[in-house]
């Protein structure tokens, strides 16, 4: 670029900063202006002074240094020029200045623009605007641009910090125009990085966003950048400016940028040095006596044991009472002897191998959990400390830890937080890559999950196992998923201890002030291999290299502190050899230690629960017919009128419904559940239950928590208005995670057995997402770690045509992870046999198929004399069905848990007369009595429930079998062959048959044959396998069936017209019946709020010759039974996942006989009867399902279905009419 080019171009710029608008000049300037940065960038330039380049700079230079001399001994263009690169914090600023700063119009000049363009005013007029005042614009600007770097430093600071001890990611550091070094670079300060290489000198006003100044108001350039340098670019990197809280961001500040506000006495350096020495000693000792040995180390992170522990004292500082740590295996062992002072010597005998003296499997000593109170002496105040016991699987034990903790701030009566401290303990890798870490989070501030503030502390190794983080995560920081929850982040070089000991001291105090996480990253390394037996060269050769030659964090800082002069180099050896010493005292101690017992190292206790407490005394379940009552009518009323309360109008009608089931002393699913909250609330327990949707029910049949319908965030809950004195009763909607709540739910049971806890999935089968916690914690819990809870999963279960993961609440998974054995029959005289039975399973299954069991089951879970996890498979179309209801007699206190419920009928009454006895479970039952009923042979078929599943109830179910010797013996089951109950049941059926010399008879299967899906989607198909198992146990229907079915359905029709016309001459003859009215289909307007209204009886009707033309007709006159067991998927639900489950009224059901129908809904919306020829499954298909005994005429014409009528006198609620007596 010559001379003249240069010219030309200085007087453009001249003459746009003249404002010669509209003229020929103005336009060739910008052209010429905007041709010159553009090539400028397209160089790489990055500023407009770069076009000066080799050919002419000597030429410029020559006129510069002129121009310094004599500004006017050269051409007016080029003293502009040269004095337009004048900088404001001093007389003259360098020539390397910035494009913002050195082209930019001054303020006037762009208002004048503005007039000129003629632009219109803010008040529409087109008079310009005024120009501004005249003022030191560029000293105000230079102060903005300070404001901006210490912006820059508070907000990406970090990413210039000092934080890897292995120097393998350092800052890129630049030197200033002094000479000195800063972290902070272009990633930091980004445009206004060339600011900082100005007047180092110039003094500046220092904004209300710093307190680097203290009760300085201003400070040079220089010592601000130098302030800043060493509080964000050192040895700790803040990450705090993601919060959105003024008053939080403004607390870190000051705890951070305050000069002196880090500095340590002399006498917290030599603690730290001693606590540090028994950190780093303990590990070599290990080392030492133990060098093969997997125990999962601290080396390389040493220095987390010393900051745990000024967690610890400032936490009891601030009144805590109660530490609660998770953590996963690396530095277990360490913060056992260390933190909780657990004798060395009981940790040492685990490495010895030696035999138990309790029960129990036991689990690896790195695994473990301690539970001990102790005196801190740095406060001088007494402090529980629990380490949580828990598996490989890493993070899951963080809810559980939660869950502990929340039920313990419960107990203490603390409501905030000031007593109960939670810490959880995590690895890089897995802190980033474990998807419970983000559901935990997300409790965090969750009204009935928050534990008010825990403190996330990070032993980042830098690599997890053998993967570098580059292939292990995708953010910068292992941390970034705290940002969810806006917790402050406090990545601190583990090889600085000073400054890790800051970073614990401030995050304790933080947690105090505003009960909210906080995450601190200890970035260290790991000088072993994953453990002590692995050789990580294999996979990270360069790191390793540069670990072996680093000095340990105790060896740094000895020589720092020696240096400083804080302590001697024999006070730092004395240190050393007091802990070896302790060490070898513990290691003579361990050797004369020949047993140990698993309960010593329990993390939860229960003082004073098991002291004087026979186990095996099961306490009576029921209640008296008063607190029935009480219970029923506050539980069926609305709200007090005082309350102002106003209710959904389907609440109205569902309030109703209860109110006359009460007055007819009668129960339902939701009352039965009442009743086992309602009376355990009034006996003092406390009754917690959550889940995805449980104040209503996914089914909506519950409804505890009732909303207001015109105010926002008004809610009644009739439970926790029963008595003056109850107990608290807390029901929770949960997020959207099944892993992290139970867990949460879990940790919870864990806190005391005073408790009532329960988790209800969405569905069954959603408990697949919580499969580790099921594994690790509940189904093994107890075994491992001598640790009881009585946590309960309600898990909705049934075939009903939902599809594959919406019907089975996978029932063989729990049942394989049972702990009886199927081989051996137990001593059943044993007068305790019931108690025993339950205390030596590792949990209880069940599948209640009334109202009463499901109450007896509950209190149980509160009156035994131990705790066992309850897997209950609640019912989904039974919650409102007609047949499973339980008179109030069966909750009195002469009655108790059935383990199994015999056939109170005929069958029942004249076993010689019994032909097949058909053991079932759940909800299989119902459709099994009403076909039994259909194929009349209620005096043939006994229909025996196995209500327990898990401990299996040999001693009834002998008995059952001995009632009918000469029958034959069924098991039938809705689900796979290679799912629900019949692979754990079958070898236990025999069992008891053995246990009899003469029984040579055995148990054959019924029901659907294997398949990997869970069920099918098929309407039609789920039908046909549906019809396939009734043929199986009852054979094909009969003329004489058909003809009486078909009666019973014209009857049932001429009733419900008569019943229709006559209601339409009460109304005057012009009105359709009332919407509530009818047996059918009842709803409020809304598709939310089902009626639970009962239905008649299900009958499943045969075939007819034609499907009905509109299925859904006889819905709506009552004339027809409901679908056998998916009329509760064939509701109006806009959902997949929480399909409206109202009852539907009795439907007629009429399918084809020779093909399917043509709509693929109408047979399960009308309760079809049993397959015609053409339709029913192969014996094949159905496996070892066997041929009926008898058959009906393949000939015989199709009859029309059968009608249902208002009740039904064979239910099985009806046929008994003796009271309830306990199974025992």
Known sequence: MNQCRLRSLVRMRRELALGLLGTDHHILAQLALRTVQTSSQLCGAHDLDSFANGCSAAYIEGLYSKWKRNPKSVDASWDELFGADERPISKRKPFQASLSRKYRRAPVERTALKARLGERTASGGAAPAPSAPPSDWKNIDDHHTIQAIIRAYQSRGHLAADLDPLGIILPHKGASVDGSQRNAAKEVLRQHYSYIFGDLNAMFKLPSSTMIGGDEEFLPLREILDRLERIYCGHIGVEYMQMTSLTKTTWIRDRFEKPGALDLSKEEKKLILERLTRSTGFENFLAKKFSSEKRFGL???????????????????????????????????????????????????????????????????????????????????????????????????????????????????????????????????????????????????????????????????????????????????????????????????????????????????????????????????????????????????????????????????????????????????????????????????????????????????????????????????????????????????????????????????????????????????????????????????????SGQDVERGTFSHRHHVLHHQTADKVVYNSLDHLYPDQAPYSVSNSSLSECAVLGFEHGYSMASPHALVMWEGQFGDFCNTAQCIIDTFIASGETKWVRQSGVVLLLPHGMEGMGPEHSSGRMERFLQMSDDDPDVYPDTCDCDFVARQLMNINWIVTNFSTPANIFHGLRRQVKMGFRKPLINFSPKSLLRHPLARSPFKDFNECSCFQRIIPDKGPAGKHPECVKKVVFCSGKVYYDLFKERDDHEQVETVALVRVEQLCPFPYDLISQQLELYPEADLLWAQEEHKNMGGWFYVQPRFDTALLKNENESRCVSYHGRPPSSSPATGNKVQHYNEYKAIIKSIFGELTPENKERLEAKIKAQQEKAKADTQSSSSAKGGSSPPAKGGSSGKKRSGSDSVPSPAPAAPEAHSPPMAKPSKNPRSPSKRGASPPSKGESLSKKKSGSDSAPSPSPAAPEAQSPPMDKPSKNPRSPSKRGASPPSKGESFSKKRLGSAPAPSSAPSPHSKPQASRPHFVKNKNSPEETGSEPTKPDL
């Open 299 to 689: 080396e390389g992170c040493d220095i987390m044991i010393p900051t745990i522990k000024e967690v610890v004292d400032r936490s009891t500082d601030k009144g805590v009472e109660s530490i609660l740590i998770g953590m996963a295996h690396r530095g277990r062992l360490n913060v056992l002897a260390n933190i909780c002072r657990k004798p060395i010597a009981d940790i040492l005998s685990q490495f010895h191998g030696l035999e138990a003296t309790d029960s129990g499997s036991g689990d690896v000593k790195y695994h473990l959990g301690v539970f001990q109170e102790r005196l801190n002496r740095q406060t001088n105040r007494m402090v529980r400390i629990t380490v949580v016991a828990n598996p490989s699987h890493l993070e899951h034990v963080n809810p559980v830890l939660l869950g502990k903790a929340r039920a313990e701030m419960f107990q203490r009566g603390d409501t905030c937080g000031n007593k109960v401290l939670p810490i959880i303990i995590h690895g890089d890798a897995s802190f980033c890559g474990q998807g419970v870490v983000y559901e935990s989070m997300h409790l965090s501030d969750l009204p009935n999950y928050t534990t008010y503030g825990t403190i996330h502390i990070v032993s980042n190794n830098q690599v997890g196992f053998t993967t570098d983080p580059r292939f292990s995560r995708s953010s910068r920081y292992c941390t970034d998923v705290a940002k969810v929850v806006s917790a402050p982040i406090l990545h601190v070089n583990a090889d600085d201890p000073e400054a890790c000991i800051k970073c614990a001291r401030i995050a304790a105090e933080y947690r105090d002030a505003f009960k909210k996480d906080v995450v601190i990253d200890i970035v260290g390394y790991r000088r072993n291999g994953h453990n002590e037996a692995d050789e990580p060269m294999f996979t990270q050769p360069l790191m390793y290299q540069r670990i072996r030659k680093l000095k340990t964090c105790l060896q740094l800082y000895s020589e720092k502190l020696i240096k400083e002069g804080v302590v001697t180099e024999n006070e730092f050896k004395a240190l050393v050899s007091e802990y070896d010493k302790i060490c070898e005292e513990a290691w003579a101690k361990s050797k004369t230690i020949k047993t140990i017992r698993y309960s010593s190292w329990i993390d939860s206790p229960w003082p004073g629960f098991f002291e004087g407490r026979d186990r095996l005394e099961l306490c009576p379940t029921g209640i008296s017919t008063d607190t029935l009552k009480t219970i029923g009518e506050i539980f069926s009323s609305p709200p007090p009128p005082e309350h102002k309360f106003e209710m959904h109008k389907g609440i109205h009608r569902i309030m109703a419904l209860r109110k006359q089931m009460v007055q007819d002393k009668v129960a339902d699913w939701s009352l039965g559940e009442a009743f086992a909250f309602g009376s355990l609330l009034k006996e003092g327990i406390h009754v917690r239950l």
